[in-house]
T-cell receptor, first 113, second 110 residues
Framework: DVKVTQSSRYLVKRTGEKVFLECVQD?????MFWYRQDPGLGLRLIYF???????EKGDIPEGYSVSREKKERFSLILESASTNQTSMYLC????????????FGPGTRLLVL | TQLLEQSPQFLSIQEGENLTVYCNSS?????LQWYRQEPGEGPVLLVT?????EVKKLKRLTFQFGDARKDSSLHITAAQTGDTGLYLC??????????FGAGTRLTVKP
C-alpha cells in the first residue's frame, strides 16, 4: 500500500513563529504536493515538486516555502506564521503518467493564534 | 472561479435513496479521479477514469466519464450512512497539473 505520512496531525503555533510541516512517501513517487483546504474553497495548491531539489509555485505560494532534499520527503515551511494560515494542510504524492493516482496524507490541522 | 465545478455543493438524503453528483469543466482532462474525505482525514481515492465514455462500478457507486472528457458523474445506489462524507473530483490537465473541485458534502441520514 502506498503510504503518505505527515509529521503532525494537529499543531498550535503563535503568530510570527516558524513552522515546519513534513511529508514522507514510501513509493518512490516523482511528484509531491502541498495543499491547504478551507471550507468553501476546496483544495488549493501551495507548492509542488516534480523531482529532488525542484520546486514550483502553485496557486497560493505567498507566505510559504518548501524544501525537497530527498525524493521521499517534501517539507512545507511557514517562515512567519499568521492567523490567516490557520487551515488543514494536505500533502500528496503521485508518480509520473496520465492515469496515475494521487495519494494524500492524513492532513495536519494547523491553528495559528 | 473553480476550474472544476461540482454540484450540488451540499446534499442531505435518507438512507436507501439514490443520488448523483456532478463534476464539470470547460477543459479536457487527461484523467479524472474521485475521492471521499471524512472529517479530519485526507482524501481517499475511490476511482480513476481515463477513457472518454468510461463507466466504472465500485459496489453501489457508479462513475461515468463524459465522452469529451470534460465532465464526470458519481451515482450512489441505496445510500448508506457510511457514505456520508465530502466527495471531491480532481482532473489531470496537461498530464501533470491536477485541479480539484470544491466538493459535494453528502449527509446520509438513518
Amino acid at each position: 500500500d502506498v503510504k503518505v505520512t505527515q509529521s503532525s496531525r494537529y499543531l498550535v503555533k503563535r503568530t510570527g513563529e516558524k513552522v515546519f510541516l513534513e511529508c514522507v512517501q514510501d513509493m518512490d513517487h516523482e511528484n509531491m504536493f502541498w495543499y491547504r483546504q478551507d471550507p468553501g474553497l476546496g483544495l488549493r495548491l501551495i507548492y509542488f515538486s516534480y523531482d529532488v531539489k525542484m520546486k514550483e509555485k502553485g496557486d497560493i505560494p505567498e507566505g510559504y516555502s518548501v524544501s525537497r532534499e530527498k525524493k521521499e520527503r517534501f517539507s512545507l515551511i511557514l517562515e512567519s506564521a499568521s492567523t490567516n494560515q490557520t487551515s488543514m494542510y494536505l500533502c500528496a504524492s503521485r508518480p509520473e503518467g496520465r492515469g496515475e493516482t494521487q495519494y494524500f496524507g492524513p492532513g495536519t490541522r494547523l491553528l495559528v493564534l | 472561479t473553480q476550474l472544476l465545478e461540482q454540484s450540488p455543493q451540499f446534499l442531505s438524503i435518507q438512507e436507501g435513496e439514490n443520488l448523483t453528483v456532478y463534476c464539470n469543466s470547460s477543459s479536457v482532462f487527461s484523467s479524472l479521479q474521485w475521492y471521499r474525505q471524512e472529517p479530519g482525514e485526507g482524501p481517499v481515492l475511490l476511482v480513476t477514469v481515463v477513457t472518454g465514455g468510461e463507466v466504472k462500478k465500485l459496489k453501489r457507486l457508479t462513475f461515468q466519464f463524459g465522452d469529451a472528457r470534460k465532465d464526470s458523474s458519481l451515482h450512489i445506489t441505496a445510500a448508506q450512512t457510511g457514505d456520508t462524507g465530502l466527495y471531491l473530483c480532481a482532473g489531470l490537465y496537461n498530464n501533470n497539473d491536477m485541479r480539484f473541485g470544491a466538493g459535494t458534502r453528502l449527509t446520509v441520514k438513518p
